[in-house]
C-alpha cells in the first residue's frame, strides 16, 4: 500500500504543476496524458486490492474460487503500474524539457503510447533544424 501512496502522491503533484503550467500554454495531449495516468494507477490499485483481498474467490485454484482459471491479478497489477508510471516519466520529461526551452512535442505512438519530440530552436550560430530531435530509449537522437 505504500507504494499505492507514492503513486497517487505523484500523480497529485503532477496534476498540480499540470493546472499551474495550463494556465501558461494549454496543451490538450497533457490532460489526456494526466488523465490516462491516474486511470492506469487506479486499475492497478483496484486489480491489486482484489488479487490481495479476494485471492481465495479469483484464484482459480481453491474450492471457494467462483472462477475456473487464475486470471494472474499481481501479474496484471504489475503491468497497470508500469503504465502508469511511464507515463508519469513521460508527464515529468515534458515539463523538464519545457522549463530548459526544447519545446518538446507530445505524441501518442499507435494512438496511445506517449512519446516525446523535442524542437530545438535555431540560434544564430547553428542552422536551422527541418526535423525535431527524438528520445529513443532515453537518449537524445537527430
Known amino acids: 500500500s505504500t507504494y499505492t501512496i507514492l503513486q497517487f502522491a505523484m500523480i497529485f503533484y503532477l496534476r498540480l504543476l499540470h493546472v499551474q503550467q495550463r494556465r501558461i500554454r494549454s496543451n490538450p495531449d497533457l490532460s489526456i496524458l494526466i488523465r490516462r495516468t491516474f486511470g492506469a494507477a487506479l486499475l492497478a490499485v483496484i486489480v491489486w486490492l482484489i488479487d490481495l483481498r479476494l485471492c481465495e474467490f479469483v484464484n482459480g485454484i481453491s474450492p471457494k474460487s467462483w472462477l475456473w482459471f487464475n486470471p494472474q491479478l499481481h501479474a496484471w497489477w504489475h503491468l497497470f503500474s508500469a503504465c502508469a508510471l511511464y507515463q508519469a516519466i513521460m508527464l515529468i520529461a515534458y515539463y523538464h524539457y519545457d522549463v530548459r526551452g526544447h519545446y518538446p512535442v ?20 547553428s542552422p536551422t533544424r527541418s526535423q525535431p530531435l527524438q528520445i529513443r530509449k532515453g537518449v537524445l537522437v537527430e
Open 106 to 125: 507530445l505524441r501518442f505512438w499507435l494512438g496511445f503510447i506517449p512519446i516525446l519530440q523535442l524542437k530545438v530552436p535555431p540560434t544564430p550560430s
